[in-house]
Nanobody, 115 residues
């Protein structure tokens, strides 16, 4: 019933910026936790950022100060603004929506940062 679709990935030079979007259907972000994860080649999926239903945000140390998670409840969309990108940020990025005890994932969007 719930579908998440990520977009906004692409190729960017180190130091540049990208804004990822995750649009939800079949549910709403308004009262639920949402987050971003990423998976680099040969590595496990890792947590990047989370925003609670109250608006509280948390970030992984590796992206703190560079990435910003936000939401637009009217559009059922969550964003990840990525600034000062580094080659180490290269990965597939996934949006996650937590509804009660259920986790919903998008298919991912690829981000490649060149040096």
């Amino acid at each position: 019933q719930v579908q998440l679709v990520e977009s906004g990935g692409g190729l960017v030079q180190a130091g540049g910026s990208l804004r990822l979007s995750c649009a939800a259907s079949g549910s709403t972000f308004s009262d639920n936790v949402m987050g971003w994860y990423r998976q680099a080649p040969g590595k496990q999926r890792e947590w990047v950022a989370t925003q609670s239903s109250s608006g509280y945000t948390m970030y992984a140390d590796s992206v703190k100060g560079r990435f910003t998670i936000s939401r637009d409840n009217a559009k059922n969309t969550v964003y990840l603004q990525m600034n000062s990108l580094k080659p180490e940020d290269t990965a597939d990025y996934y949006c996650k929506l937590v509804v009660g005890r259920n986790d919903y994932w998008g298919q991912g969007t690829q981000v490649t940062v060149s040096s």
